[in-house]
């Protein structure tokens, strides 16, 4: 069976490729989210859903396609995530570590229900592009193509946004350092407010496109926020970096682990990869030390 | 009775403790004073098992230690309190201490807690919650606690810290009345006069290694131990 | 200090009183009565289960319902493949399900707070999909159907008693130094370890215990609703009532799942019955309430206003009666 041909060997990693973009944004908010907070935000799949229901709002309601209404439903979830931050996390911040994810945790069941509430159980999707593109003797699905490229695009300006910009280096430094980030004048809370929102907007982001691709009811968030786990443990809490390179580890073994083995396996890969990573090296690929 | 021979410890690049080797006699106070920063606290956590070696042995009692967890150590007799007292905060005092002991009497427990209790003067607060004990009285209570477990060697890692002169006046007394007892301790603090005072052997570490060991009034003399802590002088 | 309430000479009274109708209900009730009051300890025993490894030893896990769809499985493939009776078929369910827990445990039990809750959730995730692929055993996706139960009696006498099994283990636990280990791990497990306590066999003594339960919970359940799926054995559903019922009611308490329970039954009743589609937003919101409000629950909440007595006493009463025989010397 793992015979050496290059052509299926060559579909199959860029199949995971481009899986493996969708999956760095989908965590990249989570990421920054727990470098800044050290708190595993257990809604995030949740926002990811809703920011994916928003757009689906906005493309039936009003026509909106998908890469319109996924700039104004990343700002919708902005604008939550920012509220979130300040009524319910910042009560939570230097607390018993558990205190974080437990509120979290009630969090994504509150988001469940007011999405099953608002858009109904119905598994929906934005099916806009459809058919593919043979190029070089490779398939490229349009869909997963362009989500991938949107996705690759906005992680892009995600870290360049946090390397040059005053803000995105205000983020980074409460990250390592709170207590040095303040006497350097960095104003802490609106920095975890904006990282929060950033989190929450990047979730959206990553949700509308996957609805591009995959049909997703208001329980998919349950599912997508352990491979979000899976993504950033296997890179590294908190490193952007490693939660890239934990995406292209998770998106490529899926892949291949669903095609050499079983469907069933590529949806265990996640979950056997998370917690091999933690049992064997919890720090990650490229994690960052605890504090 | 302890002793610990070229033990070394990396964290991530940076040698907290390179080339320690140290003697404790048994029966002694010895006190184990430096910078910070010379590596006091690993080298406890290397010598009770918290943290591994990554060169180096421990032996205790002439037997190697080197590597075992703690609780292990813990029973075979070295008993150690840390810089900021940790007690079991939703416990009650009597629980903190209960809490140390397996085996055994529970009856017999309890009479080993309220006495030690009384030893270190805290009597009337068997019942109270950890949380809302003062800083002086957690430092207390940690040391009964450890006592509980009739430790032959005490690590005491600045029993002395952030404690009024009157306190660290009584924990002195408390431990001069253990040495008489038999127990052996290796005290860590920075409060010179009380520990020098103290202790009849002296141990200076600085950068992760001993530098001089000899009486307290050796010791003070030592131009290296100056230099350890001032920098070199100017002749 | 809270007015003490006195309790001990009570419970002499109060306890078999409470037996005596426990037990004697069924006999009274009818089927659709029972019907409810089953689910409802099943959840309790759940949650007290729960409470042992994650409200006494502090290791929260989000995946406790593994054990409970192990047993599930296991107690209805005796059933149903070797004609095995349900009692002696929960019971290996959770025999194996305590025997799964040793080696799994001995390996989780490394990670802390979160991790350990993440890594739990996903080995229940695992055990879903295990039993959906692996269909030579378990049928798959189709699902496992036994012989259907008319008489709930015994299915409720049988959960009666595990739950009761369940309240006076922990009432062992709250009364013995065993008790206070578990607690010493949750308080300062680093400082557990330099007491010469070996935290990591004691970790695991609760784990497996704590995964027995609801090995057997899962068989007397498979053969009561006398059919079950990858769904419902490893629903997160069942972690989560347990989870919310001990934190509302107070973790590392004797009668904090109870009150938990209790609780979530009434709110059950008046809330959900009115507003079926907010169930679980509520729970949510009862979490995030809790956790920012009542972060010790609600039993140490009524023990500070003196409507209960405080828990742990047997000390308390030791050290009376030692202190009466002996009295503590005074500072030297």
């Keep these: 069976m793992l015979m050496w041909e290059p052509v299926l060997w060559g579909q199959l990693l860029i199949n995971g490729v481009m899986l493996a973009g969708l ?25 990811v859903m809703l920011g994916a229901f928003v757009t689906f709002w906005g493309y039936t309601a009003f026509g909106l396609h998908p890469l319109l209404a996924l700039p104004l439903s ?124 950033l989190g929450a907007a990047l979730g959206s982001a990553a949700g509308s496109l996957l609805m591009v691709i995959l049909p997703m009811d208001p329980q998919s968030g349950s599912f997508l926020i352990l491979k979000a786990f899976a993504v950033i443990i296997i890179g590294g809490l908190g490193s952007v970096a490693g939660g890239l390179l934990g995406a292209l580890v998770l998106g490529v073994a899926e892949v291949f682990g669903a095609f050499f083995f079983s469907t069933v396996f590529g949806e265990v890969v996640a979950y056997v990869l998370l917690l091999l990573v933690l049992l064997v090296r919890p720090a990650g690929l490229l994690g960052v030390a605890e504090r | ?179 008489r007892e038999g127990t052996t301790l290796l005290v860590v ?36 131990v100056r230099e350890a802590y001032f920098g070199t002088a100017k002749h | 200090m809270s007015r003490p309430v006195p309790m001990t000479h009570g419970w002499a009274v109060i ?57 599930a499985y296991t107690a209805a493939l005796l059933i149903i493949r070797l004609h095995l009776a349900w009692p002696l078929a929960s019971l290996a369910g959770g025999l194996l399900a305590a025997l799964v827990a040793v080696p799994l445990g001995w390996i989780m039990l490394r990670l802390r707070g979160p991790y350990f809750a993440i890594g739990m959730l996903g080995l229940s995730r695992i055990a879903e999909k295990v039993a959906f692929a692996w269909d030579s055993v378990t049928d798959g996706g189709r699902g496992l159907y036994l012989p259907p139960v008319l008489d709930l009696r015994t299915v409720y006498w049988a959960v009666t008693l595990v739950t009761a099994l369940l309240v006076g283990l922990t009432w062992l636990l709250d009364n013995s130094r065993f008790g206070l280990t578990l607690l010493a791990i949750r308080e300062d497990e680093g400082g557990a370890d330099n007491l010469g306590i070996n935290t990591t066999r004691a970790k695991l003594q609760a784990f497996v215990v704590s995964a027995f339960f609801p090995g057997v919970l899962g068989g007397i359940y498979a053969w009561h609703v006398s059919y079950i799926d990858p769904v419902t054995a490893f629903a997160t559903q069942v972690d989560l009532t347990a989870i919310v019922a001990v934190l ?85």
């Design chain 1, 74 to 197: 990343a700002l919708a979830l902005f604008a939550l995530g920012w509220v979130l931050q300040r009524l319910l996390l910042e009560r939570v911040l230097g607390g018993p570590p558990m205190a974080g994810l437990l509120v979290t945790f009630g969090l994504s069941l509150v988001v469940i229900n007011a999405g099953l509430l608002v858009f109904g159980a119905d598994i929906r999707s934005i099916p806009v592009v459809t058919g593919s593109l043979l190029l070089g003797g490779f398939v490229f699905p349009r869909a997963r193509g362009l989500a991938f490229l949107v996705a690759v695009a906005l992680t892009a300006l995600t870290v360049a946004f946090l390397k040059w910009s005053a803000l995105g280096r205000a983020i980074r430094a409460t990250a390592q350092h709170p207590e040095v980030a303040i006497t350097c004048g960095v104003d802490v809370r609106r920095t975890r407010l904006v990282t929060f929102g």
């Design chain 3, 248 to 332: 509302l009611g107070g973790a590392g308490t004797l009668w904090g799942p109870l009150v938990g329970g209790v609780t979530l039954s009434l709110l059950a009743e008046f809330l959900w019955a009115r507003f079926p589609f907010v169930h679980t937003g509520l729970f949510g919101g009862l979490v995030i309430v809790t956790v920012l409000f009542l972060p010790k629950g609600l039993v140490d909440a009524f023990r500070r206003c003196g409507w209960m007595a405080p828990g742990r006493t047997f000390l308390r009463r030791l050290a009376a009666r030692e202190a009466a025989l002996q009295p503590a010397p005074g500072t030297p």
């Design chain 2, 189 to 224: 603090d920075h409060d010179m006069p009380l520990i020098m005072g103290l202790a009849e052997t002296v141990l200076v570490m600085d950068m992760g290694r001993v530098i001089a060991a000899g009486r307290p009034q050796d010791i003070r003399d030592d131009p290296r």
């Design chain 2, 1 to 179: 009775m302890l002793e610990t021979r070229d033990l070394e410890k990396r964290f991530a690049g940076l040698r907290a403790v390179n080339g320690a080797s140290l003697r404790v006699e048994a029966g002694t106070i010895t006190a184990l004073i430096g910078p910070n920063g010379s590596g006091k606290t690993t080298t406890f956590d290397l010598i009770t098992g918290n943290v591994r070696p990554d060169a180096g042995t421990v032996h205790f009692e002439g037997r190697d230690i080197t590597g075992l967890p703690p609780w292990q150590v813990a029973r075979l007799g070295i008993a150690r309190t840390f810089q900021l007292p940790r007690l079991f905060a939703e416990m009650t005092v009597l629980e903190n201490l209960t809490a140390a002991v397996r085996g055994g009497s529970l009856r017999a427990a309890i009479r080993r807690a309220l006495d030690l209790l009384g030893f270190v003067g805290l009597d009337g607060l068997p019942h109270a919650p950890a949380a809302s004990l003062s800083y002086g009285q957690r430092k207390l209570v940690e040391l009964a606690r450890v006592l509980m477990l009739r430790p032959r060697l005490c690590l005491l890692d600045e029993p002395f810290a952030g404690v009024n002169p009157t306190l660290a006046r009584a924990i002195a007394d408390r431990l001069t009345a253990l040495q």
């Design chain 1, 23 to 47: 999956y760095g944004l989908l965590a990249l908010g989570l990421n920054l989210v727990f470098g800044v907070m050290r708190v595993i935000n257990f809604a995030h799949g949740e926002l």
């Design chain 3, 15 to 71: 306890l078999p009183v409470v037996a005596v109708v426990v037990t004697a209900a069924p006999l009274v009730a009818n089927n659709y009565v029972l019907s409810v009051l089953i689910p409802m300890l099943v959840f309790t025993a759940l949650a007290y289960a729960w409470n042992i490894i994650s409200g006494y030893t502090g290791y929260l896990s989000f995946g406790q319902v593994t054990f409970f769809g192990i047993g």
